[in-house]
């Protein structure tokens, strides 16, 4: 089966940089997104990787190593609007998320 | 506007009541996927289909029915509520290479 393991808590200061690691097991591959949700909302999409690399869009970036099957979020000049729970999914014939990362940020 | 709407945004019933939620996208999207949130378990998926008439079971399907019978609609069917089926669900669309949106969830309790 497949399953995706992500830290369940980070805390970072405003400002700084953080990094949400992401790790997964599938036989089959396809893609992995990462989707942010705040406290009473729903997810809402981030990035996708389709490929090895990095990419970026504005503050946020995402790489993906296939060889590995690990991928990260990096958040770059942490506002306290980022506190937020990070989940990253995984494609194959369905779309799978991993259990959610809680961003904690202090001022 | 895009846009997955659901309804009803809260719900309350007993044990047994069989409930509808209604989920309906306005994206011309083929796939569609139902999903519980509970806290700690991140969202897991009930239900998913890849297009009309084509539906599959999720990683926790017990005790829920969907159908695609238009491409627009995919409902989710609790035939006998339970309890331990109170929480939120989420209704999301998209094409598999890009992005899913999201429905703005249905928070469910079963007494």
């Known amino acids: 089966g497949q399953s995706l393991e992500q830290p369940s808590e980070v805390t970072a200061v405003e400002g700084a940089i953080v990094q949400i690691n992401c790790t997964y097991q599938?036989?089959?591959?396809?893609?992995l997104s990462w989707y942010q949700q705040h406290d009473g909302g729903a997810p809402t999409f981030l990035s996708y990787?389709?490929?090895?690399g990095l990419e970026e869009t504005g503050r946020f970036s995402s790489f993906l190593s296939r060889s590995d099957s690990y991928g990260y979020l990096l958040l770059q000049e942490l506002q306290m609007k980022d506190s937020a729970s990070y989940f990253c999914?995984?494609?194959?014939?369905?779309?799978?998320f991993g259990k959610g990362t809680r961003l904690h940020i202090l001022p | 506007e895009a846009q997955v709407t659901q309804n009803p945004r809260y719900l309350i019933t007993v044990t047994g009541k069989k409930l509808t939620v209604t989920c309906s996208q306005n994206?011309?999207?083929?796939?569609m996927s139902w999903y519980r949130q509970d806290p700690g378990l991140g969202l897991r998926q009930i239900y998913y289909?890849?297009?009309?008439?084509?539906?599959d079971k999720g990683d926790v399907p017990e005790g829920y029915k969907v159908s695609r019978k238009e491409k627009r609609n995919f409902p989710l069917i609790l035939e006998s509520p339970s309890p331990n089926q109170t929480s939120l669900y989420f209704c999301?669309?998209?094409?598999?290479?890009?992005?899913?949106?999201f429905g703005s969830g249905t928070q469910l309790s079963v007494l």
């Open positions: 999914a995984l494609r194959d014939d369905k779309i799978i």
């Open positions: 289909s890849m297009n009309v008439e084509v539906t």
């Open positions: 994206m011309n999207h083929e796939y």
């Open positions: 999301a669309s998209g094409e598999m290479d890009e992005k899913l949106f």
């Open positions: 599938t036989s089959g591959f396809y893609g």
């Open positions: 990787n389709a490929l090895d």
